[in-house]
């Protein structure tokens, strides 16, 4: 049985803040763990270190925006306890009092600190929830996501290749916004393959990378089935935004390079093997 | 019976109790609520919940009733084996390792990093201390993982093993040092995923190599292990 065991839910809250509006929201903490457990909360801000969703913490605990716990119980930073195999509801008020134009990103960490201090050398461990802030006047965010980084591959596309369509999807907007488009793939004017992106959380100014939606709904590569008939195809990439859809098209050709390859190899083969047997030996001749 | 109080955005949908001497006002009296299972159904209901279902106001966006936990997995799981690590008595130029075994669980949709840092290197005191290692060519950091097998580069490092480290740890031989409070530094990620896990698993070995010169004594230190979901 593990000694630190916790689970957090929900694992990320995305909110939108008029001025001097307040979104209040409840957290389950469960210890799953056979011993009790003694905790402490923050807020912690972090900026975005990739197109992959990391993040980076920033070194303080400043936020313009007005954070506290509405438990009766319980204030922001102060520790308790929660026994085996019990929940503890934490409840987070979030308020907009700066009433500027601007998106907040932070993570609300449950820390584990030792029960007494003659466990002072123990490890620790630390379980985060991210929370992103839209904080505007606007009574509907704009979105405005473009196609960057775009790349269809292998190079040479042959009916046996896994042919993968990359890139990434950058905001170019004042907020962050959340990825809603298809890739379809159209041969002589027929749709031959569409998937539904995935629809990623992007921050402001900043990109994540292009993936499409699973029968699972998790994110997979956007790669299309093998074999593929030889052919042109044309795709297209639509980003619908509230306003107005963002189109990239894109082609690419596809031809049985492998099947022709080696079917030359194997006439050349051939006709060099004909050739000999054709040939009149030498010593035919000098005779 | 379970309760829920959430924000109710007009006031005359609040229940309210009261008499000469009190009044108590709720924003919701679930009479029942949850997940029913039989054989071949599954049935969602939350009874009594003020204006159930999704709205919003004033840029607040309130899914009410308890259906709505149902409709994604958003729980982030981590666990760790054990928070004690004794290496017990050291031998000079015979390198020591203990385990810990994390597991991690994220939501649908969403990958996770794990980050590290010690709140100061192994010491009895401030001047008697175990270095952080620098590895075998004296080239690993808190963030580059290095080779380190020689017996003769004396410190205290780490290595991961599992699905999540590959990228930060090449082999078991592949050593680093962790960050460390003491050192003003931020804390290094370890471990990342960029698709949803179940119950993953990682294994920190950790190294520790002393001198014949090292003083006697109980060297410790510990480390904060932060687990946070991709965003």
């Known amino acids: 049985m593990s000694q630190f065991n916790l689970t957090i839910k929900p694992a990320q809250i995305e909110i939108i803040l008029k001025p001097n509006s307040t979104h209040t929201r409840a957290y389950e903490i469960t210890n799953n763990s056979s011993e009790t457990i003694q905790l402490t909360t923050s807020i912690v801000p972090w900026i975005p270190s990739d197109n992959s969703g990391s993040v980076i913490y920033l070194d303080t605990q400043e936020t313009t925006l007005g954070i506290s716990l ?131 959380t992007i921050t402001t100014h900043n990109s994540r990378l292009l993936h499409c939606l699973n029968s699972n709904n998790e994110p997979q590569l956007c790669q299309l089935k093998i074999p593929i008939w030889p052919g042109v195809y044309e795709g297209k990439i639509i980003i619908h935004g509230n306003n107005s859809n963002n189109e990239y098209t894109f082609n690419f050709f596809v031809f049985p390079y492998l099947i022709v390859i080696i079917t030359l190899i194997s006439f050349i083969f051939l006709m060099n093997l004909l050739k000999i047997k054709k040939r009149p030996s030498s010593k035919n001749k000098v005779c | 019976m379970t309760y829920l109080f959430f924000p109710i955005p007009y006031a005359a949908n609040a229940q309210q109790f009261s008499s000469s001497s009190y009044k108590i006002n709720w924003g919701n009296f679930n009479m029942t609520s949850g997940l029913k299972k039989s054989t071949n159904y599954q049935l969602t209901d939350t009874v009594g919940q003020n204006a159930p279902g999704y709205s919003e106001k004033n840029g607040i966006a309130i899914k009410a009733g308890f259906q709505y936990i149902y409709d994604t997995f958003t729980e982030l799981s981590f666990s760790i084996d054990k928070l004690n690590i004794n290496f017990g008595t050291l031998e000079p130029g015979i390198g020591v390792t203990d385990t810990n075994l994390l597991i991690v669980t994220t939501p649908s949709g969403r990958g996770y990093q794990i980050t590290a840092q010690e709140n100061h290197p192994l010491w009895i005191s401030p001047n008697h201390f175990i270095p952080d290692t620098t590895c075998d060519a004296n080239n690993c950091t808190i963030t580059s993982s290095a080779p380190w097998t020689q017996n003769d580069k004396f410190g205290f490092g780490f290595n991961v093993s599992g699905v999540g480290a590959t990228g930060y740890f090449i082999n078991s031989t592949y050593y680093r040092p962790f960050a460390s409070i003491y050192n003003n530094h931020t804390p290094a990620i370890i471990i990342s995923e960029n698709l949803p896990v179940k119950e993953r698993e990682a294994i920190i070995t950790y190294r520790v190599l002393v001198s014949s010169v090292q003083s006697a004594g109980d060297y410790q230190n510990y480390i904060t292990y932060t687990l946070t979901p991709k965003y």
């Open chain 1, 70 to 200: 509405s438990n009766a119980d319980l204030k922001l930073g102060q520790d308790f306890l929660i026994k085996p195999n019990q929940k503890k509801q934490l409840v987070l008020k979030i308020k907009n009092i700066a009433n500027d134009e601007n998106d907040h990103y932070l993570t609300f960490f449950i820390t584990q600190k030792p029960i007494n201090s003659n466990s002072n050398h123990q490890n620790l461990a630390k379980i985060g929830s991210n929370i992103l802030v839209s904080t505007t006047n606007e009574n509907i965010i704009t979105s405005n996501l473009e196609i960057s980084q775009f790349n269809v591959s292998p190079s040479i596309k042959d009916i046996f290749s896994n042919i993968k369509i990359n890139g990434e999807i950058y905001n170019k907007g004042n907020h962050y916004d959340h990825i809603n488009g298809q890739i379809i793939i159209s041969k002589n004017g027929q749709i031959y393959w569409e998937n539904n992106l995935f629809p990623y």
